[in-house]
């Protein structure tokens, strides 16, 4: 998965579509090579979108490593809450044009490593990127404190063999946390400012 990071431009490129449905509404979805969980929402991302979709979310929202977008094409359709999405691959966020698009959503999708804007946000929701290592992915974590409201949320998905477990212990002086869902060795944390 180097090359997600990258943007290599010699990957050839392999479009595939595959569609989903999400509380009776149907979404379409592109992929392609070097994109996160190409031909499918992986079942991190998938249990991730269906308890943030219990809870009362409205606003601006942040999806933080987007991929192809389906966090945020699928939030934004169906909690009619505006969306920004970054990604730090060009392909996925071509995509995720591509997607939004398709699907009849209004968001806003951005080339980047990170949150380099200065805007606030009333949520942020991530299927983070664990693989840029432990220093990257924290410092990406902390980040996110500075644009969040006061008392507003980061839901994230985490595998607790990938460390959930000490990642909840490193942030508890950060954010108050909260286990909202464990299934299948994934956890979805919402973590408070």
Partial sequence: ?????????????EIKEFKVKVKDVEFKFKTDNG??????????????INTVLN??????????????GAIGIILSKLKNVKMDMIDVNKRAIH??????????????PIV???IENDKIY??????????????????????????????????LVIRKEQGAKS??????????????EKSKGFYILALKT
């Fill in 1 to 13: 998965m180097d090359h997600y990071f990258t943007n290599s431009s010699d990957l050839k490129s």
């Fill in 35 to 48: 994109v996160f969980s190409k031909g499918e929402i992986d079942y991190g991302t998938w249990l991730l």
């Fill in 55 to 68: 809870l009362d979310i409205k606003g601006l929202g942040l999806d933080l490593g987007t991929g192809y």
């Fill in 95 to 108: 995509l995720s044009c591509i997607n939004a698009k398709e699907n009849g959503v209004d968001v806003n």
């Fill in 112 to 114: 980047g490593d990170g």
């Fill in 122 to 155: 009333d949520f942020i929701i991530s299927n983070p990127p664990i693989r840029v290592g432990k220093e990257k992915l924290y410092s990406l974590i902390k980040n996110c404190k500075n644009h969040l409201k006061k008392n507003s949320y980061l839901y």
């Fill in 167 to 180: 990642f909840i212990k490193d942030f508890k002086d950060i954010y108050e946390i909260k286990v909202l």
